[in-house]
Nanobody, 113 residues
Framework: VQLQASGGGLVQAGGSLRLSCVASGSISSINVRGWYRQAPGKQRELVATITSGGTTNYADSVKGRFTITRDNAKNTVYLQMNSLKPEDTAVYYC????????WGQGTQVTVSS
C-alpha cells in the first residue's frame, strides 16, 4: 500500500483547509485509515480515523472542527479542517492499517495568528 497526501498550506486562524490522501496498491485489505500530526518538538498524535465501515474517531482537540471522510471509488480519505487555530500547525501524515501500519509522506499545515 502506498499513500500520497496533499492539501497542506498556510492559512490564517479561523480559516479552512482540506487534506487528501490517495491510496494505491493492495488497498482491499485496508481496515482503518487516518490522519496524524506532529508539531515541532512534540510526538506524533492522532487526529482522526475512519474504518472501512465508516466509523469515525477524533482527537478531543479537533472535535467539532475537523471531519474525516472517505471516497472509496477514488481510494481517497479527506480531512476537512475548519476553524483552524495556530496550535493546529504541524506536519500531517495519513496512514492506513492492513495488518501493517502504512504511512504516507507528510504535508505541512501552518496556521498564522
Amino acid at each position: 500500500v502506498q499513500l500520497q497526501a496533499s492539501g497542506g498550506g498556510l492559512v490564517q486562524a479561523g480559516g479552512s483547509l482540506r487534506l487528501s490522501c490517495v491510496a494505491s496498491g493492495s488497498i482491499s485489505s485496508i481496515n482503518v485509515r487516518g490522519w496524524y500530526r506532529q508539531a515541532p518538538g512534540k510526538q506524533r498524535e492522532l487526529v482522526a480515523t475512519i474504518t472501512s465501515g465508516g466509523t469515525t474517531n477524533y482527537a478531543d482537540s479537533v472535535k467539532g472542527r475537523f471531519t474525516i471522510t472517505r471516497d472509496n471509488a477514488k481510494n481517497t480519505v479527506y480531512l476537512q479542517m475548519n476553524s483552524l487555530k495556530p496550535e493546529d500547525t504541524a506536519v500531517y501524515y495519513c496512514n492506513a492499517i492492513d495488518g501493517y501500519v502504512r504511512w504516507g509522506q507528510g504535508t505541512q499545515v501552518t496556521v498564522s495568528s
